[in-house]
């Protein structure tokens, strides 16, 4: 059995900035832009020999869209997975609703969790201690994740903190799925694995990180990395964009298999042909998935073999697979 720590809170409270210092890494984007991550992000947090997961988890906000639901719902099942919890608040700011509404669900998990006030370094009006502490809340950590401030106290505090339980890293080859927005990466994955991991959407580009998925076939273990989706002109367009397509590239640098889905119903497109390439420069092997293809007919399947683009020496060498993500069709 292994133990897990969730970092849940509002949106730009900084939750990613603390997640990358205490995996030591820059695997969650980091942007003044509210509401980046969106999915569960994966990372390890190591004391010495032991590892725990760590899961940086979408901002839980107060807005009646369906993705803003699907995110808080994503955050709240990764609070319920975890062995602790961090609640981190913005202590350069006083204490608002959506807070005090977190509070209030986290306190009804009845599960351990720490208070941590982030951006204290900033020099600010701000009552946020005060608001905790008549909230109930006595013990607390101030902490600048950014300029690492107090992270080496809190991270001992975490360790003490833990269930003491061993943990394995998961084994296994890892497989990384890449593919244009919208394509059908994580349906493809959550059909795969039976579980709704992902966030499913379709919005265009609901998958910003790259996130690893263990899951076993048989005796065998397996690693899925769902990437963002890489857009048409990813070096120009808006900087998350960029930062989408650099960590899709470092999934393929780190895995053994790349799957490329295609949605079936645009066919092979010349920037599919450019993210195929650039797959190809690094050596790893790579399977094209056609997904969507239950929504074409026998004639509009045949038409995507006879495109220039699929009738090249560039593509032809390529396995091709038929599948559909929502029904599990070519799975086997």
């Known amino acids: 059995m292994f133990t897990s720590i969730a970092i849940i809170g509002r949106p730009n409270v900084g939750k990613s900035t603390l997640f990358n210092k205490l995996t030591k890494s820059r695997k969650a984007i980091v942007s003044d832009y509210s509401g980046l991550t969106k999915d569960?992000?994966?990372?390890?947090?190591?004391?010495?020999?032991?590892?725990?997961?760590?899961?940086?988890t979408g901002g839980i906000a107060q807005d009646n869209s369906i993705l803003k639901e699907d995110i808080a719902e994503q955050a709240w099942i990764a609070a319920e997975e975890a062995s602790l919890i961090i609640f981190l608040i913005d202590g350069s700011e006083n204490l608002i609703k959506e807070d005090l509404d977190i509070l209030t669900r986290l306190r009804k998990l009845n599960k351990k969790f720490i208070t941590v006030l982030n951006k204290s370094d900033k020099k600010t009006d701000s009552i946020a201690k005060e608001d905790i502490s008549k909230m109930g809340i006595k013990e607390f950590f101030e902490i600048s994740a950014e300029h690492s401030r107090n992270i080496a106290d809190l991270r001992s505090f975490i360790k003490e903190s833990l269930p003491k339980n061993k943990f394995e890293t998961p084994d296994g080859k890892k497989i990384a799925v890449l593919g244009r927005p919208n394509a059908g990466k994580s349906t493809f994955i959550n059909k795969f694995i039976n579980e709704d991991r992902l966030i499913v959407s379709?919005?265009?580009?609901?998958?910003?990180?790259?996130?690893?998925?263990?899951?076993?076939?048989?005796?065998?273990?397996?690693?899925?990395?769902?990437?963002?989706?890489?857009?048409?002109?990813?070096?120009?367009?808006?900087?998350?964009?960029?930062?989408?397509?650099?960590?899709?590239?470092?999934?393929?640098?780190?895995?053994?298999?790349?799957?490329?889905?295609?949605?079936?119903?645009?066919?092979?497109?010349?920037?599919?042909?450019?993210?195929?390439?650039?797959?190809?420069?690094?050596?790893?092997?790579?399977?094209?998935?056609?997904?969507?293809?239950?929504?074409?007919?026998?004639?509009?399947?045949?038409?995507?073999?006879?495109?220039?683009?699929?009738?090249?020496?560039?593509?032809?060498?390529?396995?091709?697979?038929?599948?559909?993500?929502?029904?599990?069709?070519?799975?086997?």
């Open 40 to 56: 569960r992000n994966y990372g390890y947090i190591t004391f010495g020999e032991e590892k725990s997961l760590i899961i940086d």
């Open 202 to 332: 379709e919005i265009a580009g609901t998958t910003i990180d790259a996130i690893s998925i263990p899951f076993s076939v048989g005796e065998s273990d397996f690693i899925f990395i769902d990437t963002a989706g890489i857009r048409k002109g990813y070096k120009t367009s808006h900087k998350i964009e960029y930062f989408s397509y650099v960590r899709a590239m470092h999934s393929v640098e780190e895995c053994d298999i790349v799957i490329f889905i295609c949605d079936a119903q645009e066919g092979l497109v010349d920037q599919d042909l450019k993210i195929i390439n650039m797959v190809c420069e690094t050596g790893k092997p790579i399977l094209i998935a056609l997904n969507k293809i239950d929504l074409l007919s026998k004639k509009q399947r045949d038409n995507i073999y006879e495109t220039k683009r699929a009738q090249s020496n560039f593509v032809s060498d390529f396995i091709k697979l038929e599948i559909s993500g929502i029904k599990g069709l070519g799975f086997k």
